[in-house]
């Protein structure tokens, strides 16, 4: 088999060559990464199709995000293993699998696995396609290929619910799996012929299977813990058994690397302070990014009752903000110091949030969409100057693990921050929901007038009096409830900006940094 090389493509193919391979992986990257976020306004659908409760239908984005947070730490084995070129192509018809099966899934659980199945292929693909594309730049460019790159991955979960919104209303949710196929065959296509296959000089790495067990048990535990702690109780056995199972695994996994000769998760990484600060900041900007993109679609259903297409619709003027910001973010990376970019980011994310807890079900549909994009602006700020901080901080060595940990860490804040924001949303519009609740009693001038409207329009419209005043009760009861789960939005909201206010401590400590010469030399 003939061995093409980045060098022996670069030369078939020309200077254009570059760009042409940042398009094949950002393209399999971005359609993968797409259906993440897709099902986030199919839910209710779903749960009518199959008769099953909220519980059981979030496991559709968790699944995906464990899996393929999970599947992140592949990338390093993979490319060692086979190649980009095959791992690429094997993970797009592995991805092409899991979205028949979510197609034609006849029950809740088949469901699930193909979204597993999804993640699997999401999560391998990312990294490999970031490294290819990290070694293909010379140094000067490198910031503006991954924020390149970064659009995609960015972009991608912000159109899921336009693009899901849309297949719901005019055809049904099982076209949600069939939508992005097309794209997924032409990704294929590009990738026969532009990724580069193996690099025969690269060991083979041993699989550290134990290892993976670990991680996957890790996540698995800390993702049911938090996702079943507010219904089971955070306290109950099942939850401390869950608990537990993550504490325990995520421990042994920490010590299974560090005594293996071929770790998953280089833990060395970590000596290295500014990848320490890369990682932080990684993990708060994939809880921020996921969770703010699972709670907008979401909110603007609950509250202000958008169809599905219009609540996906609210993310479509951040993602041509996007297009716009990340070329010139990538611009900046290669200019300015990080960390005041980083700092930057995470401020005017921040500010977008709190805007966002100013809203409520008068909010105008564009002012909505202006503080999105508030809030998207920086993070397209953010996300190149961390790839970048985390990739110039490493060995070449280290270069294919260190961009595994980097996705990794990411996409485990993304699990962990949808998770534990709808967690914490719940506990919150509980808590308002019965602080409401006390208030509603006879001296509550402003729920008796509410009752006795309500209870003049049934009698208007000819319901006996027997039911009228259990009616208006009622429907004070929705309205309380109503009020509740907007509060509890609002507290979203606020916690996102808090997290991202917190996060400037280690923003602050990721100096310039000194890619290694080796790096640094251009090949």
């Known amino acids: 088999m003939t061995s093409d090389s980045i060098e022996t493509l670069s030369a078939r193919y020309g200077p254009y060559y570059k760009w042409i391979l940042t398009t094949t992986g950002m393209m399999a990257a971005m359609t993968m990464i797409l259906t993440s976020t897709m099902v986030n306004v199919a839910v209710p659908s779903i749960m009518g199709a199959y008769g099953v409760g909220q519980d059981q239908a979030q496991w559709m984005s968790t699944a995906f995000l464990a899996t393929m947070t999970a599947s992140q730490l592949l990338g390093a084995w993979t490319i060692a293993a086979v190649g980009p070129r095959a791992g690429y192509l ?19 659980d088949v469901l699930i696995v193909s979204r597993i199945v999804q993640g699997f292929a999401a999560g391998v693909v990312q990294p490999m396609a970031m490294v290819t594309i990290f070694r293909v730049f010379p140094t000067e460019q490198r910031g503006l290929a991954l924020s390149v790159y970064g659009m995609g991955i960015m972009i991608a979960p912000i159109l899921g619910p336009v693009v899901g919104g849309m297949a719901i209303d005019t055809w049904s949710w099982r076209h949600l799996f069939l939508v992005p196929l097309p794209i997924a065959g032409l990704s294929f296509v590009l990738g026969a012929v532009f990724m580069p296959t193996r690099d025969p000089d690269i060991k083979r790495l041993r699989f550290d299977w134990v290892g993976y067990a670990l991680v996957v048990g890790t996540i698995i535990g800390v993702m049911t813990f938090i996702a079943n702690g507010q219904r089971d109780g955070w306290t109950s056995s099942a939850s401390m058994m869950r608990g537990l199972i993550g504490l325990v695994c995520g421990v042994s996994f920490v010590f299974s690397q560090l005594r293996s000769d071929s770790p998953i998760l280089d833990c060395t990484l970590f000596k290295n302070p500014q990848f320490v600060a890369a990682a932080v900041l ?3 900007f994939g809880a921020g990014n996921f969770g703010s993109t699972y709670i907008i679609p979401v ?3 609950s509250v202000q009752n958008f169809t599905p297409t219009a609540a996906g ?3 479509v003027p951040a ?3 996007l297009m716009v910001m990340f070329p010139i973010a990538g611009r ?3 200019t300015f110091p990080v960390r005041y970019l980083a700092i930057f980011g995470l401020l005017v994310f921040a500010f977008g949030a709190m805007l966002l807890h100013s809203t409520d079900v008068n909010t105008a549909y564009w002012t909505l969409a202006y503080y999105v994009v508030i809030g998207r602006v920086g993070m397209s700020v953010m996300m190149p100057a961390i790839n970048v901080t985390a990739l110039k901080s490493v060995t070449p060595e280290q270069l294919n693990q260190g961009s595994g940990a ?13 998770n534990g924001l ?9 808590f308002h929901g019965a602080s409401y609740t006390a208030t509603q009693t006879p001296e509550n001038s402003s729920s008796r007038a509410l009752l006795e409207q309500v209870a003049d329009i049934l009698h208007a419209v000819g319901v006996p009096d027997a039911i009228v005043q259990p009616g208006a009760l009622h429907y004070l009861s929705r309205v309380v409830e109503a009020q509740a789960n907007t509060m509890g939005f609002k507290d979203g909201f606020m916690l996102l900006t808090v997290v991202f206010i917190l996060a400037l401590v280690p923003a602050w400590t990721m100096g310039r940094v000194k890619s290694p010469p080796s790096i640094n030399k251009k090949k």
């Open 282 to 284: 990684g993990f708060v």
């Open 313 to 315: 619709m609210v993310t």
């Open 90 to 108: 094997g993970a797009v018809v592995l991805f092409t699998i899991g979205s028949l099966m979510g197609a034609a899934a006849p029950n809740i």
């Open 406 to 418: 980097i996705n990794f860490i990411r996409l485990m804040g993304g699990a962990v921050g949808v």
């Open 422 to 430: 709808v967690a914490f949303m719940e506990r919150r519009a509980e």
């Open 299 to 301: 909110f603007v259903q």
């Open 319 to 321: 993602g041509m903000v």
């Open 332 to 334: 900046l990376v290669d």
